[in-house]
């Protein structure tokens, strides 16, 4: 499928927010270095490339949300949405633990937000963020988060998982 420039931007931008920060506090090198290459991959389509190195990733570092992520953009992109739903699903849940210990970490509560819209799950993601918008008034990014779930739906609608009755 041909892409726009823009939509590769987008794409690119999207990958690098999930997978080229440190994948923890202190990430492993060479799972670092392996989100890196799979993060090449992606941003030149070559999925299979991708999903092979962030499983080998996932082997070393298999509490890293940002390569579930990644393994659920691949996963979509090579036609597995059940496998795709799952790797969200663990992101969502490994993020959500971090935000427990980070409540008010808006780079955490984002990312959960943002697992959301790509679950599908629009309307829990946003009260999600409107929840963390009244808990924490002081981060203004959370007071934007509808304005936020509107531009991912619309700059990545095709990373993101038909409802799950429209899976099988």
């Not at 060479?30 to 092979?52: G, I, S, T, V, Y």
């Not at 963020?129 to 509107?150: C, G, K, M």
Request: with cysteine; hydrophobic share 40%.
């Amino acid at each position: 499928m041909f892409r726009t420039p823009q939509t590769l931007r987008r794409l690119a931008g999207l990958i690098a927010v999930t997978l080229c920060v440190p994948l923890a506090a202190e990430p492993d090198a060479e799972a670092q270095d392996l989100a890196n290459r799979a993060n090449l991959a992606m941003a030149q389509e070559d999925w299979e490339k991708a999903d092979r190195l962030l499983e080998e990733a996932l082997e070393i570092a298999d509490d890293a949300p940002e390569l579930w992520i990644g393994r659920g953009f691949t996963r979509q992109r090579l036609d597995r949405p059940e496998d795709a739903r799952e790797s969200l699903e663990t992101a969502l849940e490994l993020y959500k633990e971090r935000v427990e210990e980070d409540p008010g970490n808006p780079v955490l509560v984002m990312n959960v937000g943002y697992t959301l819209v790509l679950l599908n799950r629009r309307e829990d993601a946003v009260d999600y963020l409107e929840t963390a918008a009244e808990n924490h008034p002081e981060q203004h990014a959370f007071q934007r988060f509808e304005e936020i779930v509107d531009g991912l739906e619309e700059n990545f609608s095709e990373f993101i998982l038909p409802e799950e009755n429209e899976d099988g």
